[in-house]
Nanobody, 121 residues
Framework: QVQLVESGGGLVQPGGSLRLSCAAS????????MSWHRQAPGKERELVAV???????KYADYVKGRFTISRDNTKNTVYLQMNSLEPEDTAVYYC???????????????WGQGTQVTVSS
């Protein structure tokens, strides 16, 4: 069984910064792509940023230049540094990992439980 646990959300003023973390644990053989998504009230979940196992990154247009995704493969952890936050960034942020489970070597996609980010003065 694999778990993804997110942390780092909270309340921040417009223009402020937050750093989200997502750690994967359990029986893991290999983690391929990792990504962050978000879902605002009344809206569909949307992709924020993705990072491959070799460090290639891609961002949604609305966060380019403000957010940075990174990962530490030794800790099975992905990060999202969010700067210049705007009220429109308010959402629940979810991490996702496409991985190969250990022992049975099955490819699966896992989601974290989500962490709330609120940008408000």
């Amino acid at each position: 069984q694999v778990q993804l646990v997110e942390s780092g959300g909270g309340l921040v003023q417009p223009g402020g910064s937050l750093r989200l973390s997502c750690a994967a644990s359990g029986s893991i053989f290999r983690i391929n792509g990792m990504s962050w998504h978000r879902q605002a009230p009344g809206k569909e979940r949307e992709l924020v940023a993705v990072i491959t196992s070799t460090g290639t990154t891609k961002y949604a247009d609305y966060v380019k230049g403000r957010f940075t995704i990174s990962r530490d493969n030794t800790k099975n952890t992905v990060y999202l540094q969010m700067n210049s936050l705007e009220p429109e960034d308010t959402a629940v942020y979810y991490c996702n990992a496409d991985l190969v489970e250990g022992i049975i070597f099955r490819a699966r996609s896992y989601w974290g439980q989500g962490t709330q980010v609120t940008v408000s003065s």
